[in-house]
């Protein structure tokens, strides 16, 4: 009898919990599942809008075709975004870890520091950006002012990748404009670690250097992976991304574009899991190293 109570009252939690749930899986299913499925159904078929219905004509991999081996000027538009992402990433990274280390220093005003290092996050909407950015404000102008563009051309050279670091420095305001959540997780991450773990190794006679390594580093290590993650999904959405340019300049072209969309989403979840597979191994060999 008391087994039998026990279990309805464990399905009756189920079930109001179930119910909580169920406006949120309702948005879900109508607003993300079935647009999904709908454009990967468009990605295999060509589709025709008349006046009181819509024609479908498959096509198979077509459209998947045309893009991975078709035009060149797809990829010529691809590569360098690709480039300028992989030198932005790290360095928004280290950035937002190096402010939030200096915010959680115990100086006047860290609040408000706090505040305007996320301002713009609030204010980043993709026109304001894009605003931005097209009335010369997008740069510090410290490669011009300090004559650098020469001295980088010296030692990187005139290859692609030269010119991708140049890109990134001249729109390096967006660095500090993509920063601030970074920032904010970090700041929360260093918060849990204990302070006390600090006033031992400074007995132990650890440099700052040391502590960092040894302490904030390892223990960070967790929101280093979110903010990863965090990072490429927002920059591969940004305004300045071409292919979602090109996602949505051909207008019409429903099936090509929803074969673009999901070329380029498996695209993010391939560059995410070669993340999560290089953080595991670099978290694994750092325990191995601590045993």
């Known amino acids: 009898m008391g087994k039998s109570r026990r279990m309805n009252a464990k399905s009756k939690r189920k079930l109001e919990g179930l119910l909580f749930m169920s406006p949120w899986l309702l948005g879900f299913a109508v607003f993300m599942v079935?647009?999904?499925?709908?454009?990967?159904?468009?990605?295999?078929?060509n589709m025709k809008v008349l006046p009181n219905r819509m024609v479908y004509e498959f096509v198979g991999l077509k459209h998947y075709k045309e893009i991975l081996f078709g035009s060149s000027a797809l990829y010529d538009q691809m590569l360098p975004f690709f480039r300028?992402?992989?030198?932005?990433?790290?360095?928004?990274?280290?950035?937002?870890?190096?402010?939030?280390?200096?915010?959680?220093?115990?100086?006047?005003?860290?609040?408000?520091?706090?505040?305007?290092?996320?301002?713009?996050?609030?204010?980043?909407?993709?026109?304001?950006?894009?605003?931005?950015?097209?009335?010369?404000?997008?740069?510090?102008?410290?490669?011009?002012?300090?004559?650098?563009?020469?001295?980088?051309?010296?030692?990187?050279?005139?290859?692609?990748?030269?010119?991708?670091?140049?890109?990134?420095?001249?729109?390096?305001?967006?660095?500090?404009?993509?920063?601030?959540?970074?920032?904010?997780?970090?700041?929360?991450?260093?918060?849990?670690?204990?302070?006390?773990?600090?006033?031992?190794?400074?007995?132990?006679?650890?440099?700052?250097?040391?502590?960092?390594?040894?302490?904030?580093?390892?223990?960070?290590?967790p929101f280093v992976l979110l903010n990863l993650i965090y990072t490429v999904?927002?920059?591969?959405?940004?305004?300045?991304?071409?292919?979602?340019?090109?996602?949505?300049?051909?207008?019409?072209?429903?099936?090509f574009n929803s074969a673009l969309a999901w070329i380029y989403f498996l695209i993010i979840i391939v560059f995410l899991s070669v993340i999560v597979l290089i953080y595991s191994r670099f978290n694994k060999n750092s325990v191995l190293k601590r045993k």
Request: aromatic share 16%; hydrophobic share 50%; proline share 5%.
């Open 233 to 255: 999904v927002d920059l591969f959405t940004y305004p300045f991304n071409p292919i979602m340019n090109l996602i949505g300049l051909n207008q019409g072209e429903y099936g």
């Open 84 to 221: 300028e992402e992989f030198i932005m990433i790290p360095i928004i990274i280290v950035f937002s870890l190096m402010i939030a280390i200096l915010l959680n220093q115990n100086l006047r005003g860290r609040f408000l520091f706090r505040a305007i290092f996320f301002l713009p996050v609030i204010f980043s909407s993709g026109y304001v950006l894009t605003e931005l950015v097209n009335q010369g404000e997008g740069s510090l102008g410290f490669l011009e002012r300090f004559e650098l563009g020469s001295y980088l051309d010296m030692m990187l050279g005139n290859n692609p990748w030269g010119d991708s670091v140049k890109a990134v420095l001249n729109r390096f305001v967006l660095v500090l404009w993509y920063s601030g959540v970074q920032i904010l997780i970090f700041l929360a991450g260093r918060q849990t670690i204990s302070n006390s773990a600090y006033e031992a190794a400074r007995i132990d006679g650890a440099s700052p250097w040391e502590m960092f390594w040894k302490i904030t580093l390892p223990a960070l290590s």
């Open 34 to 45: 079935f647009p999904l499925g709908f454009s990967l159904y468009m990605s295999f078929h």
